[in-house]
Structure formats: C-alpha cells, structure tokens
C-alpha cells in the first residue's frame, strides 16, 4: 500500500470520528486540495531540486506506541514529548507562569473547539503538504502568552520518530501577545535506520513589540523523511529570530516563511544544513517585507560530504511601499568530497524604492592553505580538516542563547565525523 493510499484511508476515519462540523469541513477542503495535486514532482519549481520517489514507494504503518519510544536525556525547563504526532503526557511538564498558557490541541478541541476555528484555518493552502497536514494532524501544540507576559525558560517541543514506516502528522500554534517574549526549542529527533516520516506545520503570529526566539533541531535517522512549513507574522517593532540545524536524515525539507507586516518589524534567520552520502537536505526561506522601515538578516551554511546533495533556495519580496527596507541573505557551502552537490540559489524581488537589499552566495572546498598552515605547526591533516568544518559550523549559528549553545554545539561535533 502507497503513501498516498494509506492517508486517503487514514483520512476517511478520520472523517467519520466525532469532531465539530467545521474541522470537518476544513479537512475535506484540505484534502480535496490535497488530492488533486497529489505530491509535486520535477515541474514544480519549488520542487525541482527535491524528488520525492522515496515517499512515494513509503508504506506508512500506525502511530508508534510509548513502549517503543527511545530514552530522552532530562531537559531543564518545560518539555512537550509527541511520538507519532501525538502528546505523550507522562514524558511532558508544562511550564507555570503568569500569562503563558500551553496546551496540547488535541485537548484543547476537546475542551473548547471553537476558540482554535479562525487559527486552524491556513490562509495559502496551495502547499501539498500543508493540505496534507491540515486534513490529518491529531495533535500538536497551542503556546500563548498574554501582552507583558514572558517565558522565563526554554520552551522544549521534542518530536520522536523512529519506528518502521510510520507517519507522523503535527500541528504547532504560537501566538504571542503585545510586548510578550518566547525561547521555543523544536527538535525532531530519531533512532534506528528504519524509515519513517514526519510533517510538520506551523505558524506563529506576533504582536506589536514581540519578541519570538526559535531553535530548530532535525536529528532523524538516516532514513526518515521530514517536511516541515513554518508560517510567521510579525508585527509592528517585533522580532523573529530563528535558528535551525539539519544534522541527520534521508531526505528533509524545511521552509521558512516571514511576512513583515507592519513598520519596524524585524527578523533574523541563521541555520547550518549537512547532508552525507544517501542524504538530501532542501531549505526554502520566503522574506515578505510588506510594510516600510522593516529589516532582515539571513545566514546559511552548508557542509555537504560523500554523495549528499544540498538545496537552499533563499527569497526576499520587497512589496510596493516597502520603503526604507533593509534586507541582506548570504549562503556559503563547502563541498567535502567529489561527488558532493549543491544547489543554491537566492532571489530578490524588488517593487519599492529607496531600499538597502543585498543577497550573495559561494559553493567551495576547504581552504588547502588554511589546512597547511595547521598542519605546519603539527596538527594532523584530518584533525586540521575537522578544526576548519568545526569554525565554519559554529559560525553559522552565531548569536544562540547562551543556555543552548553547548548541547548545540555537541550536536554538531558528533555529526561532523559523519561526512
């Protein structure tokens, strides 16, 4: 049984359960969406670079059972473990603070459907996979914090896969209040070298002088499948920063859309993709500079070795009136072997005058010189060659909380021997 036959399967339950009429009716029109476009292939220009045959032969099982989960390392702060897309609460602690509510969606329907109606509702459901999530999520989280109010500590939305052929499908829901300020740590992780798949769609809203920090974590294993979508709104002198590392599966996709709605919005996007032989990693970042005297700042770094192949596509629109903005995109790869591929690509579209807009990108190799330089002065060739991949990663994810920065630099000294 295809993919695709198991979710119209999983989609027909899903219908027929008890929940209100018009999540019902969003389903359906997902699902209608959904089906028919069925997945994009090469004449998709988002996806050209990106094939899909692997989810297209996937034969996706039911949700993982707790037995099967690995073991999580304690994390300080509040924690929300899902496991097939599902909130597991014996492994989860919700954080207590004035302000902040945090709660499961699948209780929050239960309890009070009506309040998530508008804010399930996806304002661009031409993405296949959001369609797909839109008819198929069962959980995920709904995080608000009131004007004022702030999270003192990290956020930890932790999502295990791992278990053969099973297909995860979750929900995230971030709105934050006027003045409001929120650490959210969001890490897929997995174990085995099963194949699995997760798709995952969010969307954060911020109000005017809102401050949304977000850490992005991918750790699959070397099979799995991950789509994410990110969706953000920024409102007036609010910030977005985001942060994202892809250290480990077999084909990831993550896009990252920001829409700078009104004056003095701000966001910041820095991330490190790595992909090994056997993997495909494909990053897309969309930049809506809609209203004037709005600023971005975009940084990506690439390490691709063995016979993986990297995909960034980087896009900033400067609307009609988006005057006074200020935009700059870089993205730097390093190409560790011969058969190593990359394709990058950055794009701006510029309909307003008096904007600062630069955007630039490099595919290299490692710096022989630097690499004698080191070996010179005694260092091996293989410990000078993982100093140079070590410097060019940490850089990429400069500006990391402090609280955060060790375990992420752990995560990337144990991927780099990988590549």
């Not at 999520?137 to 990290?154: I, K, S």
């Not at 990252?256 to 897309?284: K, Q």
Request: net charge negative.
């Amino acid at each position: 049984m295809s993919a695709l036959t198991h979710w119209q399967a999983q989609y027909a339950q899903r219908s027929s359960g008890a929940e209100p009429a018009w999540l019902r009716e969003l389903r359906e029109a997902a699902w209608s969406g959904f089906a028919a476009r069925g997945l994009p292939g090469r004449r998709d220009e988002d996806w050209k670079y990106t094939r899909l045959s692997a989810l297209e032969r996937f034969a996706p099982k039911a949700p993982l059972a707790l037995t099967d989960l690995p073991t999580i390392a304690p994390t300080a702060g509040a924690l929300l473990v899902f496991a097939g897309g599902r909130l597991v609460p014996q492994w989860s602690r919700l954080p207590a603070a004035p302000g902040v509510e945090v709660a499961n969606l699948a209780a929050a329907l239960a309890a009070d459907g009506d309040a998530l109606r508008p804010r399930l509702r996806l304002a661009d459901a031409e993405r296949p996979f959001a369609a797909l999530n839109q008819a198929l999520f069962e959980d995920g989280l709904w995080l608000r914090l009131a004007p004022g109010a702030r999270l003192a500590e990290p956020l930890h939305v932790v999502h295990v896969g791992g278990v053969a052929q099973s297909s995860a499908h979750l929900r995230l829901l971030i709105e934050l209040g006027e003045h409001s300020e929120a650490l959210v740590v969001e890490h897929h992780l997995g174990a085995g070298a099963d194949a699995y798949h997760v798709n995952v769609l969010a969307q954060a809203t911020l109000a005017p002088g809102a401050r949304l920090r977000h850490v992005m974590l991918l750790t699959h294993g070397p099979a799995a499948i991950h789509i994410g979508d990110f969706r953000v709104r920024v409102g007036r002198d609010a910030r977005f920063e985001s942060h994202a590392l892809a250290a480990g599966g077999g084909l990831l996709r993550q896009d990252i859309d920001v829409a700078l709605d009104e004056p003095g919005g701000e966001c910041s996007l820095r991330g490190l993709y790595t992909a090994g032989t056997g993997e495909h990693v494909d990053f897309h970042t969309r930049i809506e500079h809609i209203a004037p005297h709005c600023r971005s700042e975009e940084t990506y770094k690439g390490l691709i070795g063995g016979t993986g192949r990297a995909v960034f596509n980087g896009r900033v629109h400067v609307h009609p009136g988006a005057d006074k903005t200020d935009s700059a995109m870089t993205c730097a790869n390093l190409l560790l072997s011969n058969r190593a591929e990359v394709d990058a690509k950055p794009e701006l579209e510029i309909y307003a005058d008096d904007v600062k807009c630069s955007h630039g990108a490099t595919v290299g190799q490692l710096d022989e010189a630097q690499v004698f330089y080191l070996r010179a002065r005694g260092i091996a060739e293989a410990a000078a060659r993982e100093l140079l991949m070590t410097a060019f990663a940490r850089d990429a994810l400069g500006g990391l909380d402090a609280r955060l920065q060790d375990a992420v630099a752990a995560l990337i000294d144990a991927r780099l021997p990988q590549l």
